[in-house]
């Protein structure tokens, strides 16, 4: 498919993301403002398009570059895992085991406020692995059993958490202060339910929708982290530790049918085998751009091998209220 800007053309492949090839290296951060619109259209087209040639080499020119494709980059809260804070907005890869693949997700899906476009530059690829697989969530939702999307759809999912200052992300990280009196404030503006542990601890509830419908297209899209973030998606010696040292309740998080009922290892198998099924992947390459409409594409990480660095941006903020 050819786009306004006579150079560009759309290369679809099976199994593969939609892939953009820039002719001649350009200086990016001129190269995104002028094509900005037509990125944009492809995004709307496909649900993601990878950009290669265009060179990045540097966090400085990622930032620039991020910038001219969004005036609306957000600032990450929530978070599961530390990332690298590279400018405003422009954040690391979350940091997680480079042999523990993260399944597919919808990014921020457990908050009022989600980001409606996602932005990744790769600036060193990994030896082996480590892709941004990214998946149709309309696809995804019509291919899963009507009965199991019916009662998500009536219950919603609940995630649970429990931060402490031994695993996962802290108190800090997440909220971006650890003073209580900030921490609860953020709570009931974001529709969080808290409670403080004697060890001070914090342990959080949040009720979020699972499917919903795209402002643009009109499709109903599988939106959650319900599979991400259940307990049966860790690494079973990982887990086991966890559950012995924590105790059940205590798990950093997971997640929950709506009504508070737990999902057992089936659900989560079930969601993330019909993910597989669904995948469209591409190697990164040293100086590639993804942007990826975060409502209608799911994206995942594979496990990879040899450094690794790719830099995320969320931008144009949708409020689910």
């Known amino acids: 498919m050819s ?30 403002a002028a094509h900005r619109d037509v990125l944009h259209s492809v995004v709307a087209d496909h649900g993601a398009v990878l950009v290669r040639g265009l060179g990045l080499r540097d966090p400085h020119t990622v930032a620039a570059v991020f910038g001219r494709l969004s005036a609306n980059l957000m600032v990450d809260r929530e978070a ?3 990332r690298r804070v590279h400018a405003d907005g422009v954040y690391s890869s979350s940091v997680w085991p480079a042999n523990q693949p993260m399944c597919m997700h919808h990014e921020r899906s457990y908050a009022v406020e989600v980001p409606a476009l996602m932005l990744f530059a790769c600036l060193q690829a990994p030896q082996t ?20 999307v019916r009662r998500f759809e009536q219950e919603g999912w609940l995630l649970v958490r429990n931060y402490n ?4 992300a802290s108190i800090a990280d997440a909220f971006g202060t650890d003073d209580p009196a900030a921490v609860e404030s953020y709570c009931r503006d974001n529709a969080i339910s808290f409670q403080w542990q004697p060890d001070g601890g914090l342990r959080t509830w949040q009720r979020r929708r699972a499917v919903l419908r795209h402002a643009l297209t009109g499709r ?20 086991e530790f ?11 998080f997971t997640t929950r049918f709506g009504g508070g009922e737990p999902i057992g290892a089936d659900v989560v198998q079930l969601l993330n085998a019909v993910y597989e099924q669904h995948t469209a992947r591409e ?9 990826v409409d975060n409502i209608r594409t799911a994206h995942s990480r594979e496990a990879f091998t ?3 660095e790719v830099l995320v941006a969320m931008a144009d903020a949708v409020s689910l209220r």
């Open 3 to 32: 786009y306004p800007a006579p150079s560009l053309r759309v290369d679809l492949r099976p199994g593969a993301p939609a892939l953009l090839h820039v002719p001649t290296p350009p200086d990016p951060t001129a190269w995104a």
């Open 80 to 82: 599961f895992a530390a």
């Open 129 to 148: 692995g480590g892709a941004t697989g990214v998946a149709d969530s309309s696809r995804v939702l019509d291919a899963l059993p009507a009965e199991l």
């Open 165 to 168: 200052d031994e695993i996962g």
């Open 220 to 239: 109903r899209c599988w939106f959650n982290q319900i599979a991400f973030l259940n307990e049966w998606t860790i690494e079973p010696e990982v887990r």
């Open 242 to 252: 966890l559950v012995d040292t924590y105790g059940p309740d205590g798990l950093p």
């Open 283 to 291: 190697p990164w390459q040293d100086g590639d751009l993804m942007l």
């Open 306 to 308: 040899g450094p690794r």
